[in-house]
């Protein structure tokens, strides 16, 4: 009875691990290659080319456009210029609504360039495999200036979005493409087309504390 009860706490210490680590690939998948959350949020060199072992620290483009002046803020796990002590569910609600928890800088300050609206359509597991990737990154130091507001915050409706989507509507090529492509990119890009004057390294996402 010890021994099967030793091998039943094994294998599901084991299947937390294999789904903890599928976690944080699948959000590798979505924040790079789909979201592209570097090219805003990583800094970059004299040549435009991204500094990789700061990766997601923030400061990788800055910009002053009719509604607001910012920089892309800290999304490491750094406790103190970063996301490192949002729960997981603030990190969900800034992602989905676009809104700061109450232990963030501006609290109650909605966030500018964040796309939100489309975010929304996450499936909630896309959502936690986002958190454990970014939980799983280098926490790097980095402070990045405050941003200026010079307008109320909006952001557009967009019908994908709005209309959701489903695990098991993933099942589907198809629909798995529009989740990708329309859900995700097509709309980030309709977002930042809505004021040109946002920097096209911010193409085709940027978020803005």
């Known amino acids: 009875m010890i021994r099967w009860m030793l091998v039943m706490a094994s294998t599901l210490a ?24 570097g ?3 990583t800094p970059k060199d004299a040549n435009g080319a991204a500094i990789e072992e700061r990766a997601l620290s923030g400061g990788g483009v800055s910009f002053t456009i009719p509604p607001f002046s ?10 103190e210029t970063g996301i490192g002590n949002w729960s997981d569910e603030a990190i969900k609600r800034a992602l989905t609504h676009g809104e700061r928890p109450s232990n963030a800088r501006l609290p109650g300050v909605p966030l500018a360039v964040m796309g939100a609206s489309f975010f929304k359509a996450l499936l909630p597991e896309d959502q936690t495999a986002i958190v454990a990737y970014l939980r799983s990154v280098k926490p790097i130091r980095n402070a990045v200036p405050d941003p200026v507001y010079r307008l109320p915050v909006r952001h557009d409706s967009y019908p994908e979005a709005d209309a959701g989507y489903t695990a098991e509507m993933m099942r589907d090529p198809i629909k798995r493409g529009s989740y990708l492509g329309s859900g995700l990119i097509k709309s980030t890009i309709q ?17 803005s504390e």
């Open 39 to 41: 090219n805003c949020h």
């Open 14 to 37: 084991c299947a937390t691990t294999v789904s903890a680590q599928t976690d944080v690939v699948r959000g590798n998948y979505l924040v790079n290659p789909v979201m592209a959350c």
């Open 191 to 207: 977002e930042r087309q809505r004021d040109r004057q946002t920097p096209s390294s911010c193409v085709p996402t940027c978020h």
């Open 70 to 79: 910012g920089t892309p803020p800290n999304i490491t796990p750094d406790p």
